[in-house]
């Protein structure tokens, strides 16, 4: 935040927005008549004009993205919580709603393909996640541990998406079996990792 932007404007810095857009119409009202003046008052008057101008977009652009950042952190609590309440159709809705996709909008995708037992899928999606954000350990834990999971079902011939549309009490797929019970650890560390534990089923 440039407080200068502020001064010049002779706003506070938690002035509404409306108060700030009255201060600078009224600053530019009286600038604008000064500008006629002859000698030096008519020039700092226009260097003024200037000044509240850019002093007026920068502040409004500042608020604009302060805005969109804390839209963003709502909508994405909201995923979270309905990925936590097992309302996946719904976390899935609201992500399809995002315009920008950001790193953690792919991590949360993962997560959902993830809840759907479509575990290829979910890997790309934190493949995505760790390139646009490589130093977050979050992503990266999350991907090992689904890599091991995926490499695992390669290794004894399962195929890691073998449900595309689990119902919501079959968190796995299929029913159960000694490789569902052998890859159960993993699946339970991967959902402790996402935060948004169920129960092994």
Known sequence: MNQENYKILGVEEDATDEEIRVAYETLKEKYNEEKWLEGEAGNEAARMLDK????YR????????????TDSADAYTEVTEAIKSGNIPRAQELLDGFNERNAEWHYLQSVVYYKKNWLMDSKKQLEIAIQMDGAN??????????????DYASKTGGAPNVNPDPAPDTQMGGNWCATCASMCYTYLCINCLFNLCCSCR
């Open 52 to 55: 509240i101008d850019a002093a």
């Open 58 to 69: 920068e502040i409004m652009d500042e608020r604009k993205e302060s805005s969109r950042t």
């Open 137 to 150: 350990t979050k992503y990266r834990d999350a991907y090992e541990k689904l890599k091991g999971q995926t």
